[in-house]
């Protein structure tokens, strides 16, 4: 919890750059602050919800594009938010239309599979006032002591739980383990079972979409090296979700690599009545349309540039996955 010094610094910083259109180094300067640090305070705003951006952009400009999008691809939904060149607010605006979603599909009783990242714990922080809903959240891929705890699923699954009155079940797990051997017997603990079991029985999913470049999370995380990375690319991989990688057609690739990862994986996410994919950052097209094409994703929320740049890159041919699942619109 930030103490009541962070908050006041916090509160007076977004006055300053939200409400008075002052430039961060003008802030900076007024509040005796480095640049970065008025960045981060900027940014925590957003988490701490001190700060809510929300752009009503017309009707007219996006929905016709949601409409293309939800129609190439068999999509239940599109969901698409104004772009803005911050990578944060992007990814606020962003969650704040997969947040609404998730509010309209919630019912009493369900099963939510929740997956990890900057993208599935932004939904989590833009849900304010939501009605109660006893459902259980259960993490779908396990975590990892390099990820920030925010991003971890077991924490997005609680803080989830907290917003809706429902239940939170965490992953005891790693996300990849360091050899199939070493994933085979987590496997075979009953608890880990268990809640992958769960979580493959669920009713609705919400998901990131990971890109296959040396910056993705995983590399990050330390899972993958850098050198790993370069060998899934030359398989074709171009994304991942849950660890499932699949190429620009939305194909399986990369064996020998996904048998590390600790999840409810492609086959269990595809029974899963409606699997809501969320990505904001610019440059995933290439992610997305994998995504898109490998017959997973239900519901995608995601910045208006890259719904144009996904089209773009499908060119004009029909596509081909169509869904219907158990939920209603």
Do not use: W
Not at 14 to 32: K, M, S
Not at 38 to 53: D, H, P, Q, S, T
Not at 79 to 104: I, K, N, P, T, W
Not at 166 to 182: M, N
């Amino acid at each position: 919890m930030p103490t009541d010094r962070e908050m006041e610094l916090m509160t007076r910083a977004a006055a300053l750059y939200y409400l008075e259109d002052v430039t961060q180094a003008e802030v900076a300067a007024r509040l005796g602050l480095s640049r970065v640090k008025v960045g981060r305070l900027l940014k925590r705003a957003r988490a701490e919800g001190i700060v809510e951006i929300r752009v009503h952009a017309p009707p007219a400009i996006t929905e016709r594009l949601e409409q293309e999008v939800a129609r190439r691809f068999g999509l239940r939904y599109a969901l698409l938010a104004s772009d803005h060149a911050d990578e944060g607010v992007q990814r606020d605006l962003v969650a704040q239309r997969a947040a609404d979603m998730l509010v309209r599909l919630l019912r009493n009783g369900m099963t939510v599979a929740v997956g990890m990242g900057r993208n599935v714990s932004a939904v989590a922080s833009a849900i304010r006032e939501a009605p109660a809903r006893r459902c259980t959240f259960v993490a779908a891929i396990g975590g990892s002591p390099a990820m920030a705890r925010s991003v971890d699923p077991a924490d997005i699954c609680r803080r989830l739980a907290e917003r809706f009155g429902g239940d939170a079940v965490a992953l005891f797990a790693p996300a990849y383990a360091e050899t199939p051997q070493v994933r085979e017997a987590f496997l075979r603990h009953e608890d880990v079972r268990g809640t992958l079991e769960k979580a493959a029985r669920a009713d609705l999913a919400v998901v990131g979409i990971g890109d296959a470049e040396d910056g993705s999370a995983v590399v990050r995380m330390g899972c993958f090296s850098q050198a790993d990375m370069a060998r899934m690319r030359r398989t074709g991989a171009v994304g991942d979700i849950l660890g499932f990688f699949f190429d620009l057609e939305g194909r399986p690739v990369a064996e020998g690599m996904t048998d590390r990862v600790i999840s409810v994986g492609a086959e269990g996410l595809a029974r899963i009545g409606c699997t809501l994919a969320v990505v904001s950052e610019a440059g995933k097209a290439r992610a997305i349309l994998g995504a898109l094409r490998s017959g997973v994703v239900d519901v995608l929320a995601t910045s208006v540039a890259n719904a144009r740049e996904v089209l773009r890159l499908a060119g004009s041919g029909s596509d081909d996955n169509e869904r219907t699942g158990g939920i209603p619109a």
